[in-house]
């Protein structure tokens, strides 16, 4: 099993910024590729950002340059440093961690609450 622990949410103005942190823990399992979505109230949830282990970097258009996505691989720990945040980007944000040793799959935390004010 992993366990991924999501931290970091809150409430926050318009134009303000938050780091969420995800930490993924399991003794055997090795991590590729780590992801946060987001789910707005109403919508379908959205890939924001991800990482794999080598570094590599994917973005939602809505974010580029706003976001950052980063990763400790020692720890299996992934960072999203949000700035200018917008109302928008309010939602509820989920981390995902893909295992590929022992077996394939997709982890998921129990998400943390971002609330962006106008």
């Known amino acids: 099993q992993v366990q991924v622990v999501e931290s970091g949410g809150g409430l926050v103005q318009a134009g303000g910024s938050l780091t969420l942190s995800c930490a993924a823990s399991g003794r055997v399992f090795i991590i590729n590729a780590m992801g946060w979505y987001r789910q707005a109230p109403g919508k379908q949830r959205e890939l924001v950002a991800s990482?794999?282990?080598?570094?590599?970097?994917n973005y939602a258009d809505s974010v580029k340059g706003r976001f950052t996505i980063s990763r400790d691989n020692a720890k299996n720990t992934a960072y999203l440093q949000m700035k200018s945040l917008k109302p928008e980007d309010t939602g509820a944000y989920y981390c995902?961690?893909?295992?590929?040793?022992?077996?394939?799959?997709?982890?998921w935390g129990q998400g943390t609450r971002v609330t962006v004010s106008s």
């Open positions: 995902n961690a893909d295992s590929v040793y022992p077996f394939k799959n997709d982890w």
């Open positions: 990482i794999t282990s080598g570094g590599s970097t």
